[in-house]
């Protein structure tokens, strides 16, 4: 790592590399090899999107960073950085966990409270329980979340009306019920404009349920994973000439579509909206927006086929 002085001005210098940093975020900690002034400016970048994920084979939780040469286990990163270090600059934050116990609870608290200005929350597990009180206090605006969790906490009964900064959610793999008898919550939201379900068999009265009652609501949009997935659910009349309602296809897995979000990528959330504004604007009358294909898609997937002339309940060709 150099020690010499900057051959720009220095105000120069640091916007150049973290203009790079933001085109290139692969090569962020190459970067931070330059100099220790540069490490300085860009390491928070490095960490402001988390991913917590704990594998089936093994019984520590590993730090996932698609943009790190190398991940941490949770506690080697906790030793390596101030908890007010996470506290300032982690703002998106992914947790996957499969069938955890009363420990992996108090872990994944443990992990949110030291992130505490995450506004960019993804929780995908299920199984498991955590305090409302854990969340609310986050400055939110994103939340994806899975609706088994929100089961267990029973909906109705969760104060929503205290996330006042709350914009868009998602739920992950939805589990039945009516708007009436299950939903009928997500009107406490009181800034909701976005809401979104990841998820190919999600009922019509449960989306014009929302589309009534959510009185911000501007997209309401259904991600279904191309992957495995050969026909899409019929949608109703009333539900294709709503110039609000969208459907979106992701070839790849929920985290990804999350974390090309997170990074200012194009995720669901800009398609949908996208295909919103030409629906207002009178430009089409197609609900179905093009599928998203992940860096990861293969060459063979069948999201690259057709993937901008799907017809409800047709088999992908």
Not at 106 to 127: E, P, Q
Not at 172 to 194: E, F, N, V, Y
Not at 205 to 234: F, M, N, S, Y
């Amino acid at each position: 790592m150099s020690t010499t002085g900057p051959r720009l001005p220095v105000e120069l210098e640091r916007k150049v590399f973290e203009i790079a940093a933001a085109f290139h975020p692969g090569s962020i900690a190459a970067f931070l090899l330059v100099a220790q002034r540069v490490r300085i400016w860009l390491e928070p970048l490095l960490y402001e999107t988390l991913s917590v994920s704990q594998y089936y084979d093994d019984e520590k939780f590993r730090w996932v960073h698609s943009h790190h040469p190398f991940g941490y286990y949770w506690g080697d990163l906790e030793r390596l950085k101030s908890a007010q270090f996470f506290h300032d600059n982690v703002r998106h934050l992914h947790l996957y966990q499969r069938n955890g116990d009363a420990a992996t609870e108090k872990f994944l608290t443990g992990i949110i409270l030291r992130c505490g200005s995450v506004t960019d929350l993804a929780l995908d597990f299920s199984g498991l329980s955590m305090p409302q009180a854990v969340i609310a206090g986050l400055p939110l605006q994103r939340l994806s979340i899975n609706s088994e969790w929100m089961t267990r906490h029973e909906k109705a009964a969760f104060s929503w009306s205290s996330f006042t900064h709350l914009t868009h959610l998602n739920i992950i793999d939805w589990h039945g019920d009516t708007w009436d008898l299950a939903w009928s919550w997500l009107a406490l939201l009181p800034c909701l404009t976005h809401l979104s379900f990841y998820d190919d068999m999600i009922p019509d009265d449960l989306c014009l349920g929302a589309l009534k009652h959510c009185r911000l609501i501007e997209v309401l949009a259904i991600v279904w994973p191309t992957q495995g997935i050969t026909r899409i659910q019929p949608v109703s009349p009333a539900l294709r000439t709503e110039p609000r309602f969208v459907v979106v296809g992701i070839c790849g897995q929920h985290k990804e579509d999350w974390e090309r979000g997170a990074r200012g990528g194009e995720d669901h959330w800009v398609v949908a909206e996208a295909l919103v504004e030409r629906r207002l604007s009178g430009e089409t009358e197609d609900y179905l927006a093009h599928t998203i294909c992940a860096q990861s898609c293969g060459t063979s997937c069948t999201c690259k086929l057709k993937a901008y002339n799907l017809q409800p309940n047709c088999a992908i060709q």
